[in-house]
């Protein structure tokens, strides 16, 4: 049989690759929109139409099966009408990359399993903390921001703990006392975090923002001085450097004075403007980051990495020993190796690092501050198409690649718009012509470009306009027919 990965198979694998490959090139030159346009119901029969029961296909038909299911089906982010979450077209050198790890399978928990794979991610670690601008920093790759951040509350979790009961609390009363400190505007895994955590329903105080949504230091210092007077314990400020919806960035050097005044761990969430650390124009919207004491990246944001790639980011590696744990069959406490283990969640953790490493050797580290400053100027062009179109209402201005927006010509009211938000939405979706996605600012919905496609054009999202304003006429002409219930299910 060999159908395992060796060398009596290895000649099939390289058949059963370059069939693959060439068919995944194909759709790449004939894609011709983002997404199928098959409905829920059409792909759900298709699915169910599979039996996982019976006998092999083979590996070429089960292949083929495969490109027929999500090759013709999936969501395909490197066309330029795909504009509607934080996904990004990848590097080639990277998906080559995913190819050697998929084929050697190391796995980055402990040395004897990855050997030089844990030291290139080190190295990768090293290079990062170098770039944030920590003087002698440590981290560890993870499976995403949610993950990264979610390790960083932890360790300042800890460490607020072991403070509080070096100064006489029992390790349950310091636990109740904890607040982290954040905005509205803060990634929704920070609650998440707060509840996997332990902490209490009040755990989380979300501290007021400015007009665009960004962390205001006078609230925050107030918060803090609040939080000491009530006996309660700040461990941690979770600031954003790049959120979700608006793309803006918390002044992040105000808030460290603030943290260091208060003495508190400052956490920087810079899972989408991570990129701004290898922008050649406009690293110094970051300016600050280098006084956090944790740090959030996803490369496969900003750095055009293939899911998945993260890293949590720490200035004191001491701080990751909160999370170390010794196994005598896997990283004794008298191991000389450098296991990675001892600095992360998980245990089996892929070497995410490789297609990362690929990328920076292949393009350079400005080469690809170029590719995401490219995203940045062209979504500072589209604002300003919009704010200049009588039919589309632009809702703010960003400081990375979203753009907020609504269709409204002179005679739609308030409410309509609103209405009308989800439902364009929903057409470009189904018709699978393109993608935009919505959201809610200042208790009003919107629609949301998100753009992180170098080689998207000026003309190209002017085509993804030009289907949200015929979406939004033809529901405006028919807007008797579209109901409350009808808007509420979407």
């Known amino acids: ?118 030291l290139m991610e080190r190295k990768l670690v090293d290079w990062t903390c170098g770039r944030i601008g920590f003087a002698a920093g440590d981290g560890v790759f993870t499976s995403g921001g949610t993950q990264s951040n979610l390790q960083a509350l932890l360790l300042a979790r800890e460490t607020a703990i072991a403070a509080r009961v070096a100064a006489g609390d029992s390790r349950a009363d310091a636990a109740r006392r904890l607040v982290i400190v954040a905005t509205a505007s803060s990634h929704f895994s920070v609650q998440k975090s ?36 009530i006996d309660r314990v700040a461990m941690c400020v979770v600031a954003t450097a790049g959120t979700t919806d608006r793309g803006c960035l918390d002044p992040l050097a105000l808030i460290a004075d603030e943290c260091d005044r208060a003495g508190v761990w400052l956490h920087v969430d810079a899972a989408y403007g991570c990129g701004l650390l290898v922008s050649p124009t406009r ?36 701080d990751l020993r909160h999370v170390t744990w010794h196994a005598d069959y896997l990283n004794p406490a008298d191991a000389e190796e450098p296991n990675q283990v001892d600095k992360s969640l998980q245990t089996t953790r892929r070497f995410d690092a490789l297609k990362l490493w690929t990328t920076l050797r292949a393009l350079g580290a400005d080469g690809i501050g170029e590719m ?70 200042d208790g009003r919905p919107c629609l949301k470009l998100t753009l992180l496609n170098p080689e998207t054009t000026l003309d190209d999202v002017r085509a993804v306009l030009d289907l949200v ?5 033809a529901l405006v002409e028919g807007d008797d027919l579209v109901t409350a219930a009808e808007v509420g299910a979407l």
């Open 1 to 118: 049989m060999h159908q395992l990965l060796s060398a009596t198979s290895a000649d099939r694998y390289v058949e059963a690759m370059r069939e693959t490959v060439d068919r995944l090139a194909g759709r790449l030159r004939d894609t011709a929109q983002p997404f199928s346009g098959a409905s829920r119901a059409q792909l759900q029969e298709l699915v169910d139409a599979v039996d996982l029961d019976a006998d092999g296909l083979g590996t070429r038909s089960a292949l083929r099966e495969a490109d027929d299911l999500v090759g013709e089906h999936a969501v395909w982010f490197h066309h330029p009408a795909y504009a509607a979450h934080l996904n990004c077209p990848v590097a080639v050198p990277a998906v080559v990359a995913e190819a050697i790890v998929a084929a050697v399978n190391p796995s980055l928990d402990t040395y004897d399993q990855s050997t030089i794979g844990t």
């Open 194 to 229: 707060a509840r996997l955590l332990g902490l209490g329903d009040d755990a989380v105080l979300l501290v007021r923002t400015d007009a665009r949504g960004r962390m205001d230091p006078a609230a925050l210092a107030g918060a803090l001085d609040t939080l000491a007077a």
């Open 283 to 318: 690293r110094h919207l970051l300016d600050g980051i280098e006084r956090a004491r944790s740090v959030t990246v996803d490369f496969h944001k900003s750095f055009f990495q293939p899911v998945s790639s993260s890293a949590v980011l720490v200035s004191r590696p001491e």
């Open 372 to 441: 995401f400053d490219a995203v940045l100027d062209l979504a500072a062009r589209v604002h300003d198409e919009i704010e200049r179109d009588v039919d589309l209402e632009l809702v703010g201005r960003t400081e990375l690649s979203t753009v907020l927006f609504r269709y409204q010509p002179v005679d739609v009211t308030d409410a309509q718009a609103d209405r009308l938000v989800p439902l364009v939405r929903r057409v470009l979706f189904e018709s699978g012509r393109a993608a935009v996605a919505k959201t809610v600012v």
């Open 469 to 473: 304003r015929g979406a939004g006429a």
